[in-house]
């Protein structure tokens, strides 16, 4: 593991600051293909908040999306998508992201991801046992390279898109999905960190938990900050390998922290993925959006307590889904695109199946393709269900829905800037509108990718601007002209056609801090002195809160569930107030990050953040893509964006803070 500290990654022993050119909190496909784009001059640190391989890039299975094929092209791709996201995909951005998608898919080729290809010979037409030989072979070859380090074969390393074997998942028109094998996110992920581990200017450090964003006005007591304008500078950041906790400092950051899975209790995330990046950057004053679109797979292994995914590639291949008790093929009584519709269709249809059979699954079921071509074409999936017991050559597979993806998240443009100057956002923590009210299948790998890619060549431009900046402001007694400058250079993304979500004031939405009723209760100081008296089961309510978000925030909503949620999570909160410790900044970091008391202001964190998701899903009066209202089962007239303004901080008060617009939740929009 790359561990090291560069020339210009410097350490400060006194204060436990560490500087660098460029901080990426996440070590995804989005980080690494930043981190592995960004100029080679600059000196980069990302961090990983587990080990490196523990993200849900890695687990990815079916591959990325990009019109690849003569018969393809990118306006297709394009139409696709906005079928897919229901009114909601945002038409520049998604243009922007997926006409570049075939330089995208080249350019993992020339990092050595090992994609499959198209065969050289119909080796489907063999007997089945010579057929099961060269899928052995290949899946060999590909483990030798892992496994040794040893450079790729010039076959697989000079791979060009058009060689690549292309299959077809819901909500695409044709075949599209380049993939590798049916594990495409761990393929593409041991290349790209092969490359940066070998990175003269990349250091990577796992188990570095990035706890709030650094803006200059956090640095200015520090005299750290380089001018006037807000901007983004570093992060907080606990060491969970060494307990202890870091300022890192740099000139701009590219949160890749990844999405919000692991709030709910059947999720294909890892656990790492509970939603803090996108609580950072609203924290730090960026714009947040649609967060009630959480896609729910269609197929998750539904097979004790298991998080493993049963690749949309296999509907695409021809797996069909059954019923257990009748034996029958429910989607074409729902779709006419049967398994193949978008996923939101697909895992509502199933859940209704569920509810009626009471079984907790449906079956999906493959076995009537041949064997040596489910051998060939899913190795992953047949090996890790055979060591479970099922054979899908011959056995059907049980399925249901499990949380998969966050639609929604820190407003972004298409070449990843937020709100804030400096700050940088890719990956499922963003919200460039690419993915509307429902992803359409493999589209979240290819906006990593592109975006990433964006921003890396993005950056140097602010980095160049800034320092311009810098030297105006110490050669310029008129600050606020370069100051004015310097923000014309920085783009905020545009949002049209939306509307904010109205939230209460009540100790949910601070920053850290008691609102004024309840301070009077609490003394702020005494509680953190004495916390160690107090006990709450933190794995406990973490367990319930994810149950919570599942029954009453899962794929089908109704308001009294909503509220019904509210309340059980504003009575955990209630428990909480004794340890309502402040946001750590450069100033107080300390005062929170230690293995005693981490756990609650992570818990905290997940609460404010659940109550977010359920407020936008109450006031959003509609049924559109992933978000299916019971109440309101119709679309509204017309589609809107949910918009979560910034996290305003109190500058004068302590410990008291109160959200803009204060009122009680009231619909976005109401058709009945």
């Known amino acids: 593991m790359n561990e090291r500290l560069t020339d210009d990654m410097t350490n400060d ?35 990983s908040k587990a080990a490196i391989e523990v993200c849900s890039s890695h687990y990815a299975q079916g591959g990325i999306a990009a019109s690849l094929n003569k018969d393809d092209c990118a306006a297709d791709h394009i139409a696709d998508t906005l079928v897919a996201g229901a009114g909601l995909c945002a038409a520049k951005n998604t243009t922007h992201i997926l006409t570049a998608g075939q330089q995208a898919v080249q350019w993992l080729c020339e990092q050595g991801v090992p994609f499959t290809q198209i065969p050289q010979q119909n080796t489907f037409r063999l007997s089945p046992t010579k057929s099961l030989e060269a899928a052995k072979n290949l899946i060999s070859i590909k483990k030798m390279i892992q496994t040794t380090g040893q ?14 074997h292309l299959t077809k998942e819901g909500g695409h028109g044709c075949r599209r999905v380049a993939h590798a094998d049916d594990a495409t996110g761990r393929h593409i992920m041991e290349a790209l960190i092969r490359k940066a581990q070998a990175a003269s200017n990349i250091t990577i450090l796992p188990y570095h938990e990035a706890l709030s964003l650094i803006t200059n006005s956090s640095l200015s007591k520090h005299h750290l900050q380089y001018s006037e304008t807000d901007h983004c500078q570093g992060a907080c950041v606990f060491d969970h390998a060494q307990q202890r906790t870091l300022t890192l400092s740099s000139r701009a950051v590219v949160l890749a922290s990844g999405g919000l899975g692991q709030m709910f209790k059947r999720a294909s995330a890892p656990n790492v993925c509970v939603g803090d990046g996108v609580m950072m950057a609203w924290q730090a004053g960026c714009r947040l959006a649609n967060l009630e679109f959480i896609q729910f797979h269609p197929t998750g292994l539904a097979l004790h307590e298991s998080s493993f995914l049963i690749s949309e590639a296999l509907r695409g291949e021809g797996g069909r889904l059954y019923c257990p008790q009748t034996g029958q093929r429910f989607m074409l009584q729902v779709d006419e695109r049967a398994e193949l519709a978008p996923r939101d269709i697909v895992a509502r249809a199933i859940a209704e199946q569920i509810d009626n059979n009471g079984l907790g699954y449906v079956h999906l079921d493959i076995s009537h393709l041949p064997a040596p071509f489910i051998q060939m074409h899913f190795p992953q999936i047949y090996q890790t269900l055979l060591d479970l017991g099922i054979d899908i050559t011959t056995d059907p597979i049980p399925v249901a829905p499990t949380a998969h993806y966050s639609c929604g998240g820190v407003v972004t443009s298409s070449n990843g800037l937020t709100d804030i100057p400096g700050l940088y956002a890719v990956g499922e923590v963003a919200y460039t509108g690419l993915h509307g009210a429902n992803r359409l299948a493999s589209n979240s790998l290819l906006e990593c990718v592109v975006v990433g890619r964006n921003i890396a060549v993005d950056l140097p431009r602010y980095l160049k601007d800034i320092a311009t900046n810098i030297f105006k402001e110490n050669t310029d007694s008129a600050s606020d002209q370069t100051d004015a400058s310097f923000n014309k250079s920085w783009s905020q993304p545009a949002l049209t056609d939306s509307q904010p979500i109205i939230l209460p004031a009540s100790a949910s939405f601070f920053s850290g801090q008691e609102v004024a009723s309840q301070t009077d209760k609490i003394d702020h100081k005494s509680s953190i002195d004495t ?10 309510i973490i367990v319930e809160l994810k149950a919570l978000m599942t029954s009453h925030m899962g794929i089908v909503r109704h308001a009294e569930q909503l509220e019904q949620a509210l309340s059980q999570i504003q009575q955990w909160q209630q428990q909480l107030l004794p340890f309502n410790y ?24 997940q609460l404010q953040l659940a ?23 119709n679309l509204a007239d017309k589609p809107l964006t949910s918009i979560i303004a910034p996290l305003k901080r109190p500058v004068t008060v302590p410990h008291t803070h109160m959200i803009n617009n204060e009122a009680q939740p009231k619909p976005v929009m109401n058709n009945a």
């Open 611 to 633: 109550t977010l998701i359920i407020h936008s899903a109450y006031q959003r009066c509609e049924s559109r893509g992933g978000h299916y209202r019971r109440d309101y089962p």
């Open 151 to 164: 450079t790729l074969p010039k076959a697989l390393a000079t791979l060009q898109t058009s060689e690549l």
């Open 13 to 47: 022993n006194a204060d436990n600051t560490q500087h660098t050119d460029v901080l990426i909190i996440g070590a995804g496909l989005a980080g690494l293909t930043t981190a592995l784009a960004l100029p080679r001059s600059l000196h980069i640190t990302v961090l």
């Open 531 to 540: 916390d160690a008296d107090i006990h709450i089961d933190v794995a406990k």
């Open 582 to 605: 402040q946001q750590p900044d450069i100033s107080n970091i300390g005062n929170i990050t230690s293995p005693r008391k981490l756990p609650y202001f992570q818990l905290q964190r």
